[in-house]
């Protein structure tokens, strides 16, 4: 029921709901909800200077520096939290950086504090909290807010990319697996071993339950991959969701990838829940670490949220706008973002039309898509675009053009093509690629079980968060967001991936998906990365000022946030 107070739309916070929902009864007014309000930034700083501190001009920012040029203006984060204790809100947490109040309240309060009804509906997954229409916030606070998140908890739609037991036909000849120290070789990573560094690995709880590792299958796994020693691992609990300690196939892989290519970094492993609030929460901890907390300088994560056209249902615009920000501040912090592309090519959701996975096709993240790495012979090798097919099913990398970012100043010369089924301009994923077949993939023992060959773009995005680790520590500074810098570079820094004799191109099912070919194609980018080559390029790079292209990616950015901002007063 609207109350006197003056209110205001805000706009992106209405919550698609799929048509299978069902809408069942007002949620009962006792039961206790926790909210999350984001603030927009501190009124004032200019896109150019985004620019320049995003490129990374300099070195990582302490976090008051941040919190003071790029966080919340903190009378206006006092405001919000003086509305939430009026309205009978506890407040939980405010934090400048992180341009966050986290409140909770009964479900009673929270209605008539942001002028909605809470109802719970049904779905395949059982029920959840949610709303129709838009959230509404009082004229005094709604210029601050750009996003209430928790309203709704439903479970995202999200998959981890990594797969087992899949042969295929048309990969190179004598593909077999392979080990993260064989792939690195052939890559020509540099030596190192990423001390001093922290990989933050994000896992999350998907529709096969809770993320998680065993101990000794870490240990199995390290010695099946040719006796490497133990990764330096911290657990690292969001939302008190708890590593389940059985292996789940996902997190052990980035753990000993990623530990294998940096054997004296430490593993941060971030355990998330499944609602966008503990996606956004663990984002918030990895980029903007508290006291006491790691502090990651490369970010590798294997899930996909499902696709980011308009209307999806697992994130509102303002949610997504959200999302993309936090990218964007790890990169102003000097933090290294890996995405996995996905492993069942074009297809994402729809079982007709392309579609690119969420957050791989994010403008501020490095999208990391798969190939096929067979025919070794000392330091030769073949690389195919990762396309298998057999009777136990089908792999293949993800990749193309985004339907909610347009095309980044840093791809404008990539001959990115127009989405298959709009025919408008877009993102192009995946940016690099790397060993992902399952033929070619590497040794993991999960809950005991004998070795086994486990791969999918879920094993590249650790592969290279290794990698940015080895050069971080030999290059005494971090690398930072890569993709201004990577699409300048010469081709001689990517390896040729080819298509023949299988399948060229990122089709499945009955999805039609991009073909393969010279320079940036949406299978695999612009190719796998020659490590060395990468570091000398990131060693001349220096501390000299940003690429232009750099301000264009805070601008597109800001475009795609604008979406969602908040209704100004009428």
């Given at each position: 029921?609207?109350s006197?107070?003056?209110y205001?739309?805000?706009?992106?916070?209405?919550h698609?709901?799929?048509?299978?929902?069902?809408r069942l009864?007002?949620?009962?007014g006792s039961?206790?909800?926790?909210?999350?309000?984001?603030?927009?930034r501190?009124?004032?700083?200019?896109?150019a200077q985004?620019?320049?501190?995003?490129?990374?001009?300099?070195s990582?920012?302490?976090?008051?520096a941040?919190?003071?040029?790029?966080?919340?203006?903190?009378?206006?984060?006092?405001?919000?939290a003086?509305?939430?204790?009026?309205?009978g809100?506890?407040v939980?947490?405010?934090?400048?950086?992180r341009r966050?109040?986290?409140v909770r309240?009964?479900a009673?309060?929270?209605?008539k504090?942001?002028?909605?009804?809470l109802h719970?509906?049904?779905?395949e997954?059982?029920?959840?909290?949610s709303h129709?229409?838009p959230v509404?916030?009082p004229?005094?606070?709604a210029p601050?807010?750009e996003?209430?998140?928790?309203l709704t908890?439903?479970?995202?739609?999200?998959?981890?990319?990594?797969?087992v037991?899949?042969?295929?036909?048309?990969?190179?000849?004598?593909?077999?697996?392979?080990?993260?120290?064989?792939?690195?070789?052939?890559?020509?990573?540099?030596?190192g071993?990423?001390?001093g560094?922290?990989?933050?690995l994000?896992?999350?709880?998907?529709?096969d339950?809770?993320?998680?590792y065993?101990i000794?299958?870490?240990?199995a796994t390290?010695?099946a991959?040719?006796?490497?020693p133990?990764?330096?691992?911290?657990?690292?609990?969001v939302?008190n969701?708890?590593?389940?300690?059985?292996s789940?196939?996902?997190?052990?892989?980035?753990i000993t990838?990623?530990?294998?290519?940096a054997?004296?970094?430490?593993i941060?492993?971030?355990?998330?829940?499944?609602?966008?609030q503990?996606?956004?929460?663990?984002?918030q901890m990895?980029?903007h670490?508290?006291?006491g907390?790691?502090t990651?300088s490369?970010?590798?994560?294997?899930?996909?949220?499902?696709?980011d056209?308009?209307?999806?249902?697992n994130?509102?615009?303002s949610?997504?706008a959200?999302?993309?920000?936090?990218f964007?501040?790890?990169?102003?912090?000097?933090?290294?973002?890996l995405v996995?592309?996905?492993?069942?090519?074009?297809f994402?959701e729809s079982?007709?039309?392309?579609?690119?996975?969420y957050?791989?096709?994010d403008?501020w993240?490095?999208a990391?898509?798969?190939?096929t790495?067979?025919?070794?012979?000392?330091?030769?090798f073949?690389?195919?675009?990762?396309?298998?097919?057999g009777?136990?099913?089908r792999?293949?990398t993800?990749?193309?053009v985004?339907?909610?970012?347009?095309?980044p100043?840093?791809?404008?010369?990539?001959?990115?093509?127009v989405?298959?089924?709009t025919s408008?301009?877009?993102r192009?994923?995946?940016?690099i690629?790397?060993n992902?077949?399952?033929n070619?993939?590497?040794?993991?023992?999960i809950?005991?079980?004998?070795p086994?060959p486990v791969?999918?773009?879920s094993?590249?995005?650790?592969l290279?968060?290794?990698?940015?680790?080895r050069?971080?520590?030999n290059l005494?500074?971090s690398?930072?967001?890569?993709?201004?810098?990577?699409y300048?570079l010469?081709?001689?820094?990517?390896?040729v991936?080819?298509?023949a004799?299988g399948?060229?191109?990122?089709?499945?099912?009955?999805?039609t998906?991009y073909?393969?070919g010279?320079?940036w194609?949406?299978?695999?980018?612009?190719?796998?990365?020659?490590?060395?080559?990468?570091?000398t390029?990131?060693?001349?790079?220096?501390?000299?000022a940003a690429p232009?292209?750099?301000?264009?990616v805070v601008?597109?950015?800001?475009?795609?946030?604008?979406t969602?901002?908040?209704?100004?007063?009428?």
């Amino acid at each position: 029921m609207r109350s006197s107070v003056a209110y205001e739309t805000l706009k992106g916070s209405e919550h698609p709901h799929p048509a299978s929902h069902k809408r069942l009864k007002p949620t009962r007014g006792s039961e206790e909800v926790t909210l999350t309000l984001l603030l927009r930034r501190k009124v004032g700083p200019a896109v150019a200077q985004a620019g320049r501190v995003a490129a990374g001009a300099s070195s990582r920012p302490t976090r008051e520096a941040f919190a003071s040029e790029r966080g919340a203006d903190p009378k206006e984060l006092a405001d919000v939290a003086a509305f939430a204790r009026d309205a009978g809100l506890q407040v939980l947490q405010s934090d400048i950086a992180r341009r966050s109040v986290i409140v909770r309240g009964t479900a009673d309060a929270v209605n008539k504090a942001f002028n909605v009804q809470l109802h719970d509906y049904a779905y395949e997954r059982g029920t959840y909290r949610s709303h129709e229409g838009p959230v509404n916030l009082p004229s005094t606070i709604a210029p601050y807010v750009e996003a209430v998140v928790g309203l709704t908890n439903r479970q995202v739609h999200a998959q981890h990319f990594s797969t087992v037991k899949r042969r295929g036909v048309g990969d190179p000849p004598n593909t077999q697996p392979l080990t993260p120290i064989q792939v690195a070789n052939l890559y020509g990573f540099p030596t190192g071993d990423g001390s001093g560094q922290t990989i933050g690995l994000y896992e999350m709880q998907t529709n096969d339950g809770a993320a998680g590792y065993a101990i000794s299958d870490i240990a199995a796994t390290m010695a099946a991959l040719g006796g490497l020693p133990m990764p330096h691992i911290i657990d690292v609990p969001v939302d008190n969701v708890q590593n389940s300690g059985q292996s789940d196939g996902e997190t052990g892989l980035d753990i000993t990838v990623a530990g294998a290519i940096a054997p004296k970094a430490t593993i941060a492993v971030y355990f998330a829940g499944g609602e966008t609030q503990n996606i956004i929460h663990t984002l918030q901890m990895m980029i903007h670490p508290q006291a006491g907390e790691p502090t990651p300088s490369v970010i590798s994560i294997s899930y996909g949220w499902g696709p980011d056209d308009e209307g999806t249902s697992n994130f509102s615009d303002s949610e997504f706008a959200q999302i993309s920000g936090l990218f964007e501040d790890a990169a102003t912090n000097k933090i290294t973002v890996l995405v996995s592309s996905g492993d069942t090519g074009a297809f994402v959701e729809s079982a007709t039309e392309a579609q690119t996975s969420y957050p791989a096709s994010d403008i501020w993240v490095t999208a990391c898509g798969g190939t096929t790495v067979g025919n070794v012979n000392g330091p030769s090798f073949d690389e195919y675009v990762w396309n298998d097919v057999g009777a136990a099913g089908r792999g293949a990398t993800g990749g193309g053009v985004s339907a909610r970012f347009p095309v980044p100043p840093y791809q404008a010369s990539a001959s990115v093509p127009v989405r298959i089924s709009t025919s408008q301009p877009g993102r192009g994923v995946p940016d690099i690629a790397g060993n992902a077949s399952e033929n070619s993939g590497y040794l993991q023992v999960i809950n005991g079980s004998q070795p086994q060959p486990v791969g999918g773009t879920s094993a590249v995005a650790p592969l290279y968060a290794g990698l940015i680790a080895r050069i971080n520590t030999n290059l005494g500074r971090s690398a930072g967001f890569l993709n201004p810098i990577l699409y300048t570079l010469p081709a001689t820094t990517f390896g040729v991936v080819e298509g023949a004799p299988g399948p060229a191109n990122n089709s499945y099912g009955h999805v039609t998906g991009y073909p393969a070919g010279p320079g940036w194609d949406a299978c695999t980018g612009l190719g796998s990365v020659r490590g060395q080559a990468l570091q000398t390029a990131l060693a001349g790079a220096g501390l000299a000022a940003a690429p232009p292209s750099a301000t264009g990616v805070v601008a597109a950015a800001s475009a795609v946030r604008a979406t969602a901002e908040p209704a100004t007063a009428s």
